[in-house]
């Protein structure tokens, strides 16, 4: 064979798009259902934001430093108490980590549907869209973050110092 000849790639079997698709599923789902379990494992604090030093990871350097939240404030704090069941307490953390909570236990059960059947779910949704996912979890980090600044400022919470 010449040396200016490519060797042609193994052609994609079927068997082998087949375990690649359920693995793709049971790659989002695992993530998803960990979140959820850690969520459970935390008590979700009533001031609505700190509980991920339950963690131990450090308190938030901007409510240290300049008494107000970051963008990802609440965040954890919302979604533990969304997964007891508190949705209020939730919303009240952070109105994106209740939205959050629910795109995360969308994509779980997803991840759990195409690993157990095969079907490519996940590609038919993501394929040539993930941009637009991107976006929307940008514009609802922003938004929450907006939402809970422009709360605790109107009700004093912040600044705290």
Not at 132 to 147: C, K, M, R, T, Y
Request: hydrophobic share 50%; charged share 10%; proline share 6%.
């Amino acid at each position: 064979m010449p040396d200016n000849c490519v060797t042609p790639a193994v052609p994609e079997t079927p068997a082998r798009k087949f375990r690649g698709v359920r693995l793709a599923g049971v790659l989002t789902a695992l993530p998803c259902w960990a979140i959820l379990a850690v969520g459970l494992s935390l008590t979700a604090r009533s001031k609505g934001d700190g509980t991920h030093v339950q963690m131990g990871l450090p308190e938030c350097q901007w409510m240290v430093v300049d008494g107000v939240p970051c963008p990802t404030c609440g965040l954890t704090t919302s979604v533990a108490a969304a997964a007891h069941g508190d949705f209020v307490a939730s919303a009240r953390a952070n109105a994106f980590g209740t939205v959050l909570f629910f795109a995360i236990v969308l994509a779980g059960v997803i991840g759990v549907l195409q690993a157990a059947s095969g079907r490519d779910i996940l590609g038919r949704v993501f394929r040539r869209r993930w941009w637009i996912f991107s976006g929307i979890l940008v514009a609802g980090i922003l938004a929450g973050w907006a939402i809970k600044l422009a709360v605790g400022y109107n009700t004093g919470q912040y600044p705290t110092h």
